[in-house]
């Protein structure tokens, strides 16, 4: 909860055909356009290794400007999967699907 608490997180909801979770994840940078990192700047991360969630340490930094980190060793359905057994979340309301 401190990571939401400090406004620099958000939950992601997740709605297909494979999965319906949460996922926590840094916010946007650029909330408009729903891409980049708040935490990523000129230099990198300015997050150490430590610090940094879980999905991101399971990303491959991209390598031109563009494009978009990689996951690498996990999907987001796995990790969604792995939020909503942590018990950090609040039970998910029903929200009308089957």
Known sequence: ???LNSCKYGVILLLDSDIRAR???PHYK???RMAGCIF???NGCELSWQER???CRMLRPREHDGE???PEGISISEAARMWENS?????M???GFD
């Open 1 to 3: 909860m401190e990571a």
């Open 23 to 25: 996922v926590i994840r």
């Open 30 to 32: 650029y909330r408009d």
């Open 40 to 42: 990523h700047n000129d």
């Open 53 to 55: 969630p879980y999905g």
């Open 68 to 70: 978009r980190c990689q």
């Open 87 to 91: 018990g950090y979340l609040p039970p």
């Open 93 to 95: 309301p029903y929200l």
